[in-house]
């Protein structure tokens, strides 16, 4: 055995992203700024919560929650022009400019010489994409997958697709929630690269001691760690 | 050479779609009713138009771009609750029961046994998944692929992924613009089967006298037509 394939997260894995969702969620505490700040700040928490079922993940379903957060906090009477503001900040995060965190790029080009690349991903199918195109890596990678929801059995299907399953996969991410617990499980090796901020809906504990599982620094790291992973493998066989 | 691979469209060619959007947007046209009819649908579907390249298809950015134009045809102030009710509306369509269309699980049961099936469909990703689950038509696709926009390159990497390219693959679904015109650009076969409602923005010509084009009443149709399309083609080698 080897490892041939190795996924990698989108948002706040190559790019970021949670800090732009902080800044317009900054903004939409502005707008409501008679209202106290950590009422609205649970109370949007909670609609998101309620409507993740419905929207899933994404710019749109957080739009759409923050609207309904402002209707619920103000008994349906948002200050003037707090609606306009809150669709106006969510087509700006659809068109915000997008910035590879620092390492990515290189890091992305040394792998995909030996590994295929995969793109596993939540959110909003057009807005990843456009994240994806804007940010020069597409070419890179071998495969794109929008998923929308990412447990054991989109790893196990993924992996299939596009690898050799998971047994000879490295999946590499800031969520610990999403991207490192469920790869683990379905058998693959996996790797946290925290960013510094966190979506509260994505904690969970690490993993300590599990054999085929790591936390890094940067994602400079990464094409090391899987080198050395690789060749331990191999040389076990 | 033969046919090996069949792609279907999801909305209004498997299961009502249309019908529910027109409900809601006639709910939509009650709660503006102090506004004209007609120029509160025509704001309607510019704000879609201006809001697709950002927004993609689907629900969600249906929902936005309803809040939107109450927005401006009210000039910031709807009447109470109006904003409550559309997301509410929005909501219900994300939740709405899935009633397949006439023929439907027929027409598919039997091109399942001989061709390779797959699902093609734009919308919201969660949406999509939830209602082929709902459907109880998932089991009999080889793939599911839902895309932000159907034009030649997707029909050709679709076919190519899943199939043996498009020469050998039939398209069939109820818009002209995206389900005929780009899958007969590939290389396709493709089969109109139009639903009696349509969206003004999938509208276009029908390619009459391609040899490759052929419009349907009913997808019962389906599988007899490419059964002689298929026998043609064989005996044409």
Known sequence: ?????????????????????????????????????????????????????????????????????????????????????ILAAGREMLAHPVETLPGVDEALAQLSERYRLVLITKGDLLDQERKLAASGLGDLFAAIEIVSEKDRQTYERVFARHGTGPAEAVMAGNSMKSDVLPALDSGAFAVHIPYPVAWAHELAEAPEGHPRYAALASISFLPAWIEERRRAFEERR
Chains 1, 2 share one sequence.
């Open 1 to 85: 055995m080897t490892i041939t394939t190795v996924g990698l997260d989108a948002d706040d894995t190559l790019w970021h992203n949670e800090t732009i969702f902080r800044l317009t969620q900054s903004r939409f505490l502005d707008l409501l700024s008679e209202h106290d700040t950590d009422a609205v700040q649970t109370r949007l928490a909670e609609v998101e919560r309620r409507n993740l079922r419905l929207y899933g993940y994404g710019v749109k379903g957080f739009t759409l929650s923050m609207i309904e957060t402002a209707m619920e906090m103000c008994d349906g009477e948002p200050p003037a022009g707090a609606i306009r503001e």
